[in-house]
């Protein structure tokens, strides 16, 4: 996850007040140790806190990172294992087009 952090930061910079939203789920983590993360890292995207590994066992999290999109009619669309580079021309022009 950390591999990817910037990147997902890059994306949500540039979709910011579109119609884009992009939560990211701490598995099993302090809150304490999260949010030093965060802050030190200047993430502005919202960090949700699963410390009961509740929602990763709903979703059946095997491997982390993995990430969903989820389309604006609240539909699974893609789902990934392993860090990605979100920053990327190319999924910022994707998630640019999805927001529309």
Same mark, same amino acid.
């Given at each position: 996850?950390?591999?990817? *952090?910037?990147? !997902?930061?890059?994306?949500?910079?540039?979709l910011?007040g579109? @119609?884009?939203? *992009?939560?990211? #789920? @701490?598995?099993?983590?302090?809150?304490? +140790?999260?949010? @030093?993360?965060?802050? @030190?890292?200047?993430y502005?995207?919202? #960090?949700?806190?699963?410390?009961?590994?509740?929602?990763?066992?709903k979703?059946?999290? !095997?491997?982390?990172? +993995?990430?969903?999109?989820?389309?604006?009619?609240?539909?699974?669309?893609?789902?990934?294992?392993?860090?990605?580079?979100?920053?990327?021309?190319?999924? #910022?022009?994707v998630?640019?087009?999805?927001a529309?």
């Amino acid at each position: 996850c950390r591999e990817e *952090m910037p990147s !997902m930061e890059g994306l949500y910079s540039k979709l910011k007040g579109k @119609n884009f939203e *992009m939560i990211a #789920v @701490n598995i099993q983590e302090k809150e304490a +140790t999260v949010k @030093n993360y965060i802050r @030190n890292n200047n993430y502005t995207f919202p #960090v949700l806190l699963d410390v009961n590994a509740e929602a990763a066992s709903k979703y059946q999290i !095997m491997s982390i990172p +993995t990430t969903y999109i989820i389309d604006t009619r609240g539909k699974l669309a893609a789902g990934f294992i392993g860090a990605r580079d979100w920053s990327s021309p190319n999924l #910022v022009k994707v998630f640019s087009e999805l927001a529309k």
